[in-house]
C-alpha cells in the first residue's frame, strides 16, 4: 500500500460533450437505481461546444471526499454521487506510478479520498443537459483514475445511476439507452447505434434563450409525471417502442424527413406529457413565447419546401435545439434565426451554439 504519510497526488482530466435526446427519456420505473419506463436515444453533441470538463485527484493528504462544480464546492452526500464513487471504487484496480513512487493496491482504495473539480462550458441546470455530461464524465474519469477495466457499457449503467441520461455521453454518435428488464438493472446501459462519422451533413445550432436554472429539476418533473399523468403511461407502452424502431431504421437510412417528423413530435409529446402533469409543468414557456414562434417558424419553412430542412427539440427547459440536414441549410437557419430571434441583451436570448455530431469516438 502507498505510504500514507507521503505527499504525492496523482491527477486525471475527463472531457465529455452533452447529449441531446431525440427520442425523450421522462419517467423511472426505479427511483434509486434509475431504470426508465421507456428506451431513448440521442445525438452526442460536438465537445468543443457543450462539455463538461472534470479533473479528479487522489492524495495520501485529502482528509475527505470533496467536489467543486463551476468553482463552487458542492456536497457529495446525495445518493447519486454516492453511488457512483461506491460503484467505481469497488471496480478499482492497482494503480502504481514508478516515477511518483505511488502504488495503490485495489483493496486500499476505500482508504483514500478524492477531489473532484468539474466546470461546465454551458449554462448548468437550463435544461441542456448538463447533468448527463456532468454525471458521465465523473464516471470517467474516476474510472480512469482508478484503473476500472470495466467497458463503456458497464461503465454507462455507473452513469445512469448517478443521471438517467448521463449514460449516453459516455459514446459518441447516435447513442440508443436501453431501457432493459432486469431489477438489479445491469441491462438497462446505453450502446452506440452508430458512430460519429455516420450521417456527418448534419448541424446543430442550439438556441440559448436562458441561462437561468430551471424551476423544476428533471428528476423532480419526471417524479410528477409518473404519479399524475395517464399520458406519460400510454406514452412509454403503446407509443415509444414503435417510435424507437422507426428512429433506429431513419438513423440507419440518413433519412431526414423520418428523423426530423420523429423528432419533433416525440418533443412534443414529451412537452404535452408535462401540460397533462398535475399540476402542470411548463419548461417551453419558462421565459416567453418565443419557442413557440420558434417551433412555427420551423413548421412553417418545412411545410413550404414540401419535405422538412429543419428538425427542432427541446429538453427539460426553454433553450432550442435544431438540427439542420446540411451546412446549406444551417446558413439558412441561422440568418432567419438572427433576423426573426437577434441574441440582444434586453432579451433572454444570448445566444446561438453552433455544432457538428460528436467528433469524438468515445468519452475521454
Ligand atoms: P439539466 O437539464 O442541465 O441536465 P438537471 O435538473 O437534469 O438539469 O440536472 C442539473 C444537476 O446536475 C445540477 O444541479 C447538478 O447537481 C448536476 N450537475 C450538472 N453539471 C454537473 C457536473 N459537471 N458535475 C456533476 N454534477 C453536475
Ligand atoms: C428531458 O437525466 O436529467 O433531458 O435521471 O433524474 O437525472 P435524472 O434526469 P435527467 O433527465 C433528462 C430528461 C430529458 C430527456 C432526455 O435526456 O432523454
Ligand atoms: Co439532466
Known amino acids: 500500500m502507498a505510504d500514507k504519510s507521503q505527499n504525492w497526488i496523482l491527477i486525471?482530466?475527463?472531457?465529455?460533450?452533452?447529449?441531446?435526446?431525440?427520442?425523450?427519456?421522462?419517467g423511472k420505473r426505479d427511483e434509486t437505481l434509475i431504470l426508465p419506463v421507456n428506451d431513448s436515444i440521442s445525438v452526442t453533441l460536438d465537445p468543443n461546444h457543450l462539455c463538461t470538463t472534470t479533473t479528479v485527484a487522489v492524495s495520501p493528504s485529502f482528509e475527505k471526499d470533496r467536489m467543486w462544480l463551476n468553482g463552487k464546492e458542492i456536497s457529495l452526500s446525495g445518493d447519486r454521487f454516492q453511488s457512483c464513487l461506491r460503484e467505481i471504487r469497488s471496480r478499482a484496480s492497482d494503480v502504481e506510478d514508478e516515477e511518483k513512487g505511488i502504488c495503490i493496491r485495489k483493496q486500499d482504495w476505500d482508504k483514500f479520498h478524492v477531489h473532484i473539480a468539474s466546470y461546465n462550458n454551458f449554462p448548468t441546470a437550463a435544461g441542456l443537459a448538463s447533468s448527463a455530461a456532468g454525471l458521465a464524465c465523473l464516471v470517467f474519469?474516476?474510472?480512469?483514475?482508478?484503473?476500472?477495466?470495466?467497458?463503456?457499457?458497464?461503465l454507462s449503467a455507473i452513469a445512469r445511476q448517478g443521471s438517467g441520461s448521463a449514460c449516453r455521453s459516455l459514446y459518441g454518435g447516435f447513442v440508443k439507452w436501453v431501457m432493459g428488464n432486469d431489477a438489479s438493472?445491469?441491462?438497462?446501459?446505453?450502446?452506440?447505434?452508430?458512430?460519429?462519422?455516420?450521417?456527418?451533413?448534419?448541424?446543430?445550432?442550439?438556441?440559448?434563450?436562458?441561462?437561468?436554472?430551471?424551476?423544476?429539476?428533471?428528476?423532480?418533473?419526471?417524479?410528477?409525471?409518473?404519479?399524475?399523468?395517464?399520458?406519460?403511461?400510454?406514452?412509454?407502452?403503446?407509443?415509444?417502442?414503435?417510435?424507437?424502431?422507426?428512429?433506429?431504421?431513419?438513423?440507419?437510412?440518413?433519412?431526414?424527413?423520418?428523423?426530423?417528423?420523429?423528432?419533433?413530435?416525440?418533443?412534443?409529446?414529451?412537452?404535452?406529457?408535462?401540460?397533462?402533469?398535475?399540476?402542470?409543468?411548463?419548461?417551453?414557456?419558462?421565459?416567453?413565447?418565443?419557442?413557440?414562434?420558434?417551433?412555427?417558424?420551423?413548421?412553417?419553412?418545412?411545410?413550404?419546401?414540401?419535405?422538412?430542412?429543419?428538425?427542432?427539440?427541446?429538453?427539460?427547459?426553454?433553450?432550442?435545439?435544431?438540427?439542420?440536414?446540411?451546412?446549406?441549410?444551417?446558413?439558412?437557419?441561422?440568418?432567419?434565426?438572427?433576423?426573426?430571434?437577434?441574441?440582444?441583451?434586453?432579451?433572454?436570448?444570448?445566444?446561438?451554439v453552433i455544432g457538428d455530431k460528436s467528433i469524438l469516438q468515445d468519452a475521454g
Not at 474519469?141 to 457499457?153: I, Q, S, T
Open 141 to 154: 474519469a474516476l474510472a480512469k483514475l482508478m484503473n476500472v477495466k470495466e467497458d463503456l457499457g458497464q
Open 12 to 26: 486525471v482530466t475527463a472531457q465529455t460533450p452533452t447529449n441531446i435526446a431525440v427520442i425523450k427519456y421522462w
Open 185 to 352: 438493472g445491469s441491462d438497462s446501459i446505453a450502446v452506440q447505434l452508430a458512430n460519429e462519422t455516420h450521417w456527418d451533413d448534419l448541424v446543430i445550432i442550439i438556441a440559448v434563450v436562458s441561462s437561468r436554472q430551471k424551476e423544476t429539476s428533471s428528476t423532480t418533473g419526471m417524479r410528477e409525471s409518473v404519479e399524475t399523468s395517464p399520458l406519460l403511461h400510454h406514452r412509454a407502452k403503446e407509443v415509444v417502442p414503435k417510435r424507437i424502431l422507426q428512429m433506429q431504421e431513419a438513423i440507419q437510412n440518413r433519412d431526414f424527413p423520418s428523423f426530423a417528423r420523429l423528432t419533433c413530435t416525440d418533443s412534443n409529446q414529451f412537452h404535452a406529457v408535462c401540460l397533462d402533469t398535475r399540476p402542470p409543468i411548463f419548461y417551453m414557456n419558462d421565459t416567453s413565447h418565443r419557442q413557440v414562434l420558434i417551433i412555427n417558424c420551423i413548421e412553417k419553412w418545412n411545410r413550404s419546401e414540401g419535405t422538412p430542412q429543419v428538425a427542432y427539440t427541446f429538453d427539460a427547459g426553454p433553450n432550442a435545439v435544431l438540427i439542420a440536414r446540411n451546412r446549406n441549410v444551417a446558413t439558412l437557419l441561422l440568418q432567419r434565426l438572427l433576423f426573426y430571434f437577434p441574441p440582444h441583451p434586453d432579451t433572454e436570448l444570448n445566444s446561438y
